[in-house]
């Protein structure tokens, strides 16, 4: 008989017809998150599961009736499942780490460029029909060669971004790291509020956590300094939104690039309302090329999961 899937999102074509060549496919028509039913049926219904971003396998969602091995996850996130709840109940879970570094770096990149030169203000002012023109002092904004980069997070993104702000602009880096690390051209500093200090621009790198929730809280960007940038790739609720927002709204720092929110996808209408805020509709990982390479290595976890051997990317 063959193993049944349940994915929870479409995946690009290719990588939908590869798992309909392996498995009994069912995927969900809506790209909204599965509810908790949802995620409780499935588990009692298919031999895997490919959930992603915000599907809801909490603790709640285990210890019913369980016919599920395992949960190849879609993405290097996992915070929507309870890892420890779902291995207590005798499930593997994995992720596609590595797929998603250098894209996820890249977004970085634009969100700092775009924040930096007030880019998304100067869209706005082309398309609102207003714009009189070029003058000397129009829209200045933050030189970034040369600047000081404040990496919160130090793993296979952070360093990538790191490596193309040394090389490609110029930067120092500083960095806050759970654990001691080496990082060729960048300087470890012992805390958040020290990174944000130091640096010109601060970008957040860390897996969302119980550890890393707000850990860019107020006091953090309290530290920040008047002309500095905050840029968040990395989940939403590693910083304080609330506390953000008041920082935007008062001038006590020059701008936030932000591909994640708090309550994604709900923003606030505060922080929508900031001018001297980049907001994309997380795009971290949005090219057909790296969705694609995601899918392929989900589908092999998934297959490794159904046939009971030991996955590539075991979280």
């Not at 599907?55 to 890892?83: E, Q, S």
């Not at 930096?116 to 706005?124: D, F, L, N, T």
């Not at 296979?156 to 490596?163: D, L, P, V």
Request: glycine share 10%.
């Amino acid at each position: 008989m063959t193993d049944t899937l349940l994915i929870s999102r479409a995946l690009p074509d290719s990588m939908m017809e590869a798992a309909r060549a392996r498995f009994d496919v069912s995927c969900r028509d809506t790209t909204q998150p599965m509810d908790l039913p949802e995620c409780r049926a499935a588990l009692a219904s298919y031999d895997v599961i490919l959930p992603t971003l915000g599907d809801a396998f909490g603790a709640d969602a285990f210890g019913g009736d369980r016919r599920a091995k395992g949960l190849a996850n879609f993405g290097v996130g996992y915070n929507h499942i309870d890892v420890a709840a779902a291995k207590a109940n005798g499930l593997v879970v994995t992720n596609t780490p590595g797929a998603v570094t250098d894209a996820t770096a890249d977004i970085a990149m634009t969100l700092m460029l775009m924040t930096a030169r007030r880019a998304g203000e100067g869209e706005r002012l082309v398309r609102s029909g207003v714009w009189e023109g070029w003058h000397p002092v129009q829209m200045l904004g933050l030189h970034v060669t040369g600047k000081t980069l404040g990496v919160i997070g130090m793993g296979r993104i952070g360093q990538a971004i790191a490596r193309r702000c040394r090389h490609g602009f110029g930067m120092k880096v500083v960095f806050h790291n759970r654990s001691e690390k080496s990082v060729e051209g960048a300087r470890q500093l012992g805390s958040v509020a020290e990174v944000c200090a130091a640096a010109d621009i601060v970008v957040t790198a860390v897996p969302a956590s119980a550890e890393t929730f707000h850990i860019v809280d107020a006091a953090a960007l309290a530290a920040m300094r008047p002309h500095a940038i905050l840029v968040n790739i990395a989940r939403g609720d590693v910083v304080d939104e609330a506390a953000l927002i008041e920082a935007l709204q008062g001038g006590r720092i020059a701008g936030a690039g932000l591909d994640v929110y708090e309550k994604e996808p709900q923003v606030p209408q505060a922080l929508r309302a900031c001018d001297n805020a980049v907001l994309l509709p997380h795009l971290g990982t949005a090219t057909l090329e790296v969705r694609k390479a995601m899918g392929r290595m989900a589908l092999d976890n998934a297959i490794a999961i159904a046939e009971g051997r030991t996955p590539p990317n075991p979280v």
